[in-house]
């Protein structure tokens, strides 16, 4: 399956448009304390293991909107965007949201 953040493919014509496709993930709770806790104690430095984190969870949209496409009959997602926003009491929790236009070229 081609994924792309632009509206077109090079080089493709798009044949048809299925529709608007999504992904969520939300990342529990403690993470998300231990994540911001940590920002101030690295100071400037980076956290791999929370940056492994976030990326699993932006995989794990991407596949769900890809399969969302696969399964009405696309084989491309065009204008894809990435959201990641805090939700939750007290913002304890980090959902990534994935969506795009499933399309055939």
């Known amino acids: 399956m081609i994924v792309t953040t632009t509206p ?4 493709r014509i ?3 448009y299925k529709g608007v496709v999504t992904g969520e993930t939300i990342i529990g709770a403690n993470i998300v304390k231990d994540f911001f806790a940590g920002i101030r104690d690295i100071v400037g430095g980076r956290s ?10 932006k995989d794990t949209s991407m ?5 969302r496409a696969q399964a009405l009959g696309a084989n491309a997602v065009v204008g894809i965007d990435i ?4 939700i939750g009491g007290n913002s ?3 959902m990534v ?6 399309v055939v070229v």
């Open 8 to 11: 077109t493919i090079e080089g």
């Open 14 to 16: 798009i044949r048809e």
């Open 48 to 57: 791999a293991s929370y940056e492994q984190v976030l990326r699993e969870a």
């Open 63 to 67: 596949k769900e909107m890809m399969e």
């Open 83 to 86: 959201d990641y926003e805090t």
């Open 92 to 94: 304890s929790m980090i």
């Open 97 to 102: 949201a994935t969506s795009g236009t499933a």
